[in-house]
């Protein structure tokens, strides 16, 4: 509206002709909200509160007389109370384009007498210090001009002399020396780690080159196996299939020994056990035969012998029962001769071998002699009494009589 004015944020309303002040102020100050100023009556005027920028570039003297060309800027601005905005208004409100410049050549007085009562080695180490003294040195002064610096900052200190550039020279030297060293030892290390670098490469191309070689080895014996699995369990097939024909040839020829053994072997075994055992049985019986007839005719030999003997002793002395029993005598070899034939036509089983055949012809003699001597017993002269039956009485006078001579010529 034409009556109705609303300052900025960043600004203060200056209005004269009114009654209402604001302190030791001629104006009323408004800020933050608008206000009616009345025409004719009234004058609305603005002060800008917002940030403002100083350069400063000043040739300074130092302590120990050497010029230093020093530049520095300064930030500020008017302050937001009443009594600054008030000490700006009065000092700054017709010009407030030169506001900048006045503050600079304010702060530059503030450096120069600064910077005179410092060494160069201060000024270049201790910035902020100077700094630091250069608005408090300003402070009473801004305050008075309403103004309040926010910052201020050195940013270089230039030397026309060469003062600062011989001052660095053996600091530069020291630098440049432990720079060259420090670039030495880094370009041994870079040198140490590149060929380290390089080794390691090499090592690892070397294991990487062995590593394929053993990995084209394994695919290469693999595929030779591959490729001989066929074969192999072609061959594998064939060995089973011929082991299985030996086992079952084996088995065979097991089989056919059996058979053997069952149907020729033992069969053989037993014909030959039952021929020998006959040709055994054969042999004792011829051997048994030809013993008996030994036997039967040595008997006979010597029966006959006794006959003989007894004969010509009875005839020498006239004993007539004799004769007779000579004449059985004399038919005993006979008589024997039928009983061995008897027997070797017999199929007899002689438990004891030659001495049951031997046991045998003598029973078969005893019985002749046992019947020769009941002949003679039966035979004996008129008046005598004959022997016992089973043997056992003594014998007539005259054939023991005969025994004896027979004995007696005998032994002559």
């Not at 700094?131 to 900052?153: F, P, R, Y």
């Not at 029993?325 to 039928?338: D, I, M, Q």
Request: charged share 25%; glycine share 8%.
């Amino acid at each position: 509206m034409l009556f109705w004015h609303v300052p900025a944020p960043n600004e203060a309303l200056l209005i004269s002709g009114s009654k209402r002040r604001a302190g030791d102020a001629q104006f009323r100050i408004v800020t933050g909200h608008g206000c009616w100023v009345m025409p004719v009556k009234q004058k609305a005027s603005v002060l800008s509160l917002s940030l403002r920028e100083a350069e400063i570039s000043e040739d300074c003297v130092t302590q120990q007389g050497i010029r230093l060309g020093v530049r520095a800027v300064a930030v500020f601005k008017v302050g937001d109370d009443q009594t600054s905005i008030a000490n700006a208004a009065r000092r700054f409100l017709a010009e407030q384009a030169t506001m900048e410049e006045l503050v600079g050549r304010i702060f530059a007085g503030h450096l120069r007498s600064i910077v005179g009562g410092l060494t160069v080695e201060q000024i270049i180490r201790e910035r902020d210090r100077v700094a630091q003294e250069v608005k408090d040195g300003s402070h009473s002064e801004m305050e008075k001009l309403g103004i309040v610096v926010d910052a201020l900052q050195i940013q270089e200190i230039a030397d026309t002399s060469g003062y600062i550039t011989n001052l660095a020279a053996p600091h530069a030297a020291a630098v440049a020396s432990t720079a060259r060293i420090a670039q030495a030892k880094a370009d041994q290390e870079a040198t140490e780690r590149e060929q380290q670098a390089a080794a390691l490469k090499a090592e690892y191309e070397r294991d990487t080159a062995i590593k394929r070689a053993g990995f084209l080895a394994e695919t290469e014996q693999y595929n030779a196996r591959a490729a001989q699995a066929g074969p192999l369990s072609q061959a594998r097939a064939s060995q089973e299939v011929i082991e299985e024909q030996t086992a079952l040839a084996q088995r065979q020829a097991s089989l056919a020994a059996q058979r053997l053994e069952a149907e020729v072997r033992r069969p053989a075994d037993a014909e030959a056990y039952r021929l020998r055992t006959l040709a055994e049985a054969q042999r004792d019986q011829v051997r048994y035969e030809a013993d008996a007839r030994a036997y039967t005719e040595r008997t006979v030999a010597q029966a006959r012998a006794d006959a003989n003997t007894a004969l010509a002793v009875s005839l020498r002395e006239g004993n007539q029962e004799l004769i007779a029993a000579n004449r059985t005598v004399e038919n005993l070899p006979a008589l024997a001769e039928s009983a061995a034939e008897g027997l070797s036509g017999a199929r007899l089983t002689v438990l004891n071998g030659s001495d049951g055949v031997n046991e045998i012809v003598s029973g078969i003699v005893g019985q002749a002699l046992a019947i020769l001597d009941s002949l003679k017993q039966g035979t004996g002269p008129p008046g005598t009494t004959p022997p016992p039956a089973d043997g056992t009485g003594p014998l007539p006078r005259k054939v023991t009589n005969l025994k004896q001579e027979g004995a007696g010529s005998g032994a002559s």
